[in-house]
């Protein structure tokens, strides 16, 4: 059975959401506030997490900062009540795979978390075959999820390391977004195309060591990844 921890400090809501996903098929680990499910997630092991935004003691999104430094490969979504734009784009620089504002129905939630493991294990089995790629001077360690450059050491998220891996393969070809977008996120919605913008941007940040590295965007079109 898959793992879930879910960060929600509403007793009832979380009771309820809690009953549907193990009638779903999952195993359900639930804290109610943020404290304590960073404290779990350093214990345990789980194939995805589900923060809501406002909680006590650590909200989610300090909660999943935390927990990003710990296990960068767990991937995560949040719970949130407010519809504020600040919100969704903070979610999406956190590395967030979704955001979903209440109220929504359960099986909403079920078929979303069923497409984001579906993506990760698909993604988890394609980055431990690659193992060690060279690209220009850096090295991309698939398997620990490190990216390399002299004294540089970036660690990745399993989505970062997901979209390096497929630029690389598809390096000087200029790239679709929608394409991108379906192999990485496997969604072409509003989110998930903001949420490349900000992955985009952040890779564009860990190559600048390397001039014969870039990232162009094309308008309206996509972009390539240039390696020289």
């Known amino acids: 059975m898959k793992q879930i921890l879910l960060a929600e400090d509403d ?17 359900v680990t639930w804290e109610k506030d943020g404290e304590a499910a960073l404290e779990r997630f350093k214990t ?23 927990a990003i430094d710990i296990k960068p ?24 795979d979704d955001y979903i ?6 099986d909403e939630l079920v078929l979303r978390l069923q497409n984001i493991l579906k993506r990760t294990e698909k993604a988890n089995s394609q ?26 050491k970036k660690q990745l998220t399993q989505k970062e390391g997901e979209l390096i ?13 929608e394409d991108i977008l379906k192999a990485v996120w496997e969604n072409d919605d509003f989110f998930s195309g903001r949420s490349m913008d900000v992955f985009i941007s952040r890779l564009r940040k860990y190559f600048k060591l390397d001039s014969s590295i870039a990232i162009e965007s094309i308008r309206n079109v996509g972009l390539e990844f240039k390696v020289s």
């Open 44 to 66: 345990d092991t789980f194939n995805i997490c589900v923060f809501d935004v406002m909680m006590p003691k650590l909200d989610g999104f300090s909660l999943a900062e935390k």
């Open 101 to 106: 504002v209440k109220p929504f129905e359960a």
């Open 127 to 152: 980055l431990q075959l690659s193992e060690t790629i060279k690209i220009g001077n850096y090295n991309l360690d698939t398997k620990r999820l490190e990216l390399t450059c002299k004294d540089y």
């Open 73 to 96: 490969e767990t991937p995560f979504i949040f719970l949130t009540a407010r519809k504020l734009k600040e919100d969704k784009i903070r979610g999406l620089k956190l590395g967030a």
């Open 165 to 177: 891996l497929f630029l690389f393969n598809h390096k000087n070809q200029l790239l679709k977004r």
């Open 11 to 27: 007793v009832d809501f979380g009771n309820i959401l809690k009953q549907y996903l193990e009638i779903s098929g999952y195993q």
